[in-house]
């Protein structure tokens, strides 16, 4: 591994140089360059732990879940139902039957369109806001349409915040669903979720939390949050891709009708109807992805054992010190001054398109999102069709955030000159 | 830093500051706009075509260097060329773009300033965006429509 990025540098709580190690990934080279890897917003690396836990389920355990006698499939079974209480620790959540496997985070958003359909009327409101990925804003916006209710936006304002006066003014008697993110993906604003969720149950309405960005990102204490749904992805806390959790309030984990049917999420099929399993093998139809939840198990305690407190400081001193760097050149402005920023950051550069910056990054072995971040209702109210994403995780260092600066001072000076 | 230098020649760079031909020529009546729903770059193509020629050429939209300049430099090359000339030149102009081997009777003129484009294949589609949407504009019947590259 390259010294340069290998020094000890975590500002708190552990040593990112022996951190590193445990990410096979990160030995790799980009033509003459260290991988400098600056989007796990989009999806983040694997340490060995998780590669691990996968490929021994494959190897010593596997088997269908909750479906033989025979042994391996009671173990599959019994590594299965551990990983699911192993995603309701890391949630902060009492009972593990509250958390359903799903395919991530915009499987479980659908999943709850879909079952939250019918309590939406003609004339109600659905609520996003405008820092919302598409993944939460879409199934609502479709909704919404289906079922002839409004779709109202709550709007952001020139810092990427969401104010609390904004989503009071935005709720009335009939919103009878808030969708919003825990952390703005694009942006990096942590939004006051549990005040947001206190006005909207006031108003009568459910809360829905789109916690792809806030389960990587944050500490989390589900219940004291008091939102009735939190989903997240996996791949994006350090495990596979395929699984993602969704953890639903007492009340909607017994109420919501299932979103698909067949296997695994029934008691009794009779030739006329069907009987449907409890919460949450009621929203798991079909065979479990078993291994993959095994490695998101592995991630979250991977996590937990290396201090979540100590990654979310981390990543935030990391990012501040980039908004800072960044700031610093000439020609380049960082997107969003939240108060509140989790491990991301979009920034522009004058003169040169976000796509050629990405590349220009790119050439210097620095992965970045350049783009719209699924976000073009954000983009359209920034007035830029696209911007460049540094997102940190817990193996990024000070020294990466150095290469970022240089390699983003080339190419503003490549494009020096350019059109505004 | 070679293959930078390589990919963002000063030809590109100046028809990416001053595109040529941007905006609607009077009289295109056809139009087709590409559209690359990955990264929200939208190139719309006017076109003026007549008995088999290009009259006029001319485009609009916002995009990246590599898309803004392939768009102006292919309306600099296509002004008062015939349609199978375009064929031609798309084909050999793609070829060279995605590393193949393009017709070597094609001239591409200063269009090969867009070779360097081969050593990064993600951004392959940002070169051929107007192209793609001028093909549409030529084959499809007066009025718009729209080509998405994925
Ligand atoms: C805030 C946010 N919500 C939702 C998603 C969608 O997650 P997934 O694609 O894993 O379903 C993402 C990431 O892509 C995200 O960043």
């Known amino acids: ?420 | 830093m070679n293959e930078l230098a390589e990919l963002y020649q000063q030809v590109l760079l100046d028809h990416y500051r001053s595109p040529r031909h941007f905006g609607r020529p009077a009289g295109a009546e056809r139009e087709a706009e590409g559209f690359n729903p990955l990264c929200g770059d939208r190139v719309k193509v006017y076109v003026d075509v007549e008995e088999g020629v290009i009259r006029a050429l001319g485009f609009e939209g916002s995009g990246c260097a590599i898309s803004t300049a392939s768009a102006s430099l292919m309306a600099e090359a296509l002004q008062g060329r015939r349609i199978e000339e375009f064929e031609r030149l798309f084909a050999a102009f793609r070829a060279t773009v995605t590393g193949g081997a393009p017709d070597r009777e094609v001239d591409l003129g200063k269009l090969a300033a867009l070779a360097g484009v081969a050593e990064f294949p993600m951004r392959v589609k940002c070169a051929t965006l107007a192209w793609h949407a001028l093909e549409a504009a030529l084959h499809s019947p007066a009025g718009g429509t729209t080509v998405s590259t994925e």
């Open chain 1, 1 to 420: 591994m390259e010294r340069a990025t290998a020094q000890r540098t975590a500002p708190t709580g552990f040593d990112v140089a022996e951190l590193r190690t445990e990410f096979p990934i990160l030995a790799r080279r980009l033509g003459p360059h260290p991988l400098v890897y600056l989007d796990s917003a989009a999806t983040a690396q694997k340490p060995r732990a998780v590669i691990e836990a996968v490929s021994r389920f494959y190897s010593e355990g596997n088997a269908s879940v909750a479906r033989g006698v025979h042994r391996l499939s009671g173990e599959a079974t019994a590594a299965y139902e551990g990983a699911r209480a192993a995603v309701a620790r890391f949630l902060g959540a009492a009972n593990p039957a509250q958390v359903a496997f799903v395919r991530g985070t915009t499987e479980a958003i659908n999943l709850l369109a879909a079952t939250l359909a019918e309590r939406v009327e003609a004339g109600d409101e659905i609520l996003v806001t405008r820092l919302d990925h598409h993944s939460n804003f879409v199934p609502w916006q479709r909704l919404a349409s289906q079922r002839g209710a409004r779709f109202v936006i709550a709007e952001c304002d020139e810092e990427g915040e969401l104010p609390l006066a904004e989503v009071e003014g935005k709720l009335s008697g009939r919103t009878r669903i808030v969708a919003l993110p825990h952390v703005s993906n694009a942006l990096g604003t942590v939004l006051p979720v549990s005040e947001i969720a206190a006005r909207a149950h006031a108003a009568g309405a459910l809360v829905v939390v789109d916690g792809a960005q806030g389960a990587p990102h944050l500490p989390l204490a589900v219940e004291a949050l008091d939102v009735d749904a939190y989903a997240f992805s996996g791949h994006k806390t350090y495990g596979p891709t395929g699984i993602g959790a969704l953890w639903l309030s007492p009340r909607l984990a017994r109420e919501l009708p299932p979103y698909q049917t067949g296997g695994g999420m029934i008691r009794t099929v009779g030739d006329e109807t069907t009987d449907f399993a409890e919460a949450p093998q009621r929203f798991e139809a079909g065979t479990p992805a078993a291994a993959e939840a095994v490695g998101l198990a592995a991630a979250v305690e991977w996590m937990a054992r290396v201090g979540i407190e100590a990654i979310a400081a981390h990543e935030t001193a990391l990012a501040e010190h980039a908004v800072a760097r960044l700031e610093s050149l000439d020609g380049v402005r960082v997107v969003g001054r939240p108060a509140r920023r989790a491990g991301v950051l979009s920034f522009v550069v004058e003169g040169a398109h976000p796509h050629d910056v990405g590349t220009v990054l790119d050439a210097a072995g620095v992965a970045v999102r350049a783009g719209h971040h699924c976000a073009q209702p954000l983009m359209r109210r920034l007035g830029l069709p696209a911007t460049v994403r540094a997102s940190f995780a817990a193996f990024n260092t000070v020294e990466e955030v150095e290469t970022l600066a240089r390699a983003v001072e080339r190419a503003r000076d490549l494009f020096r000159g350019g059109r505004g």
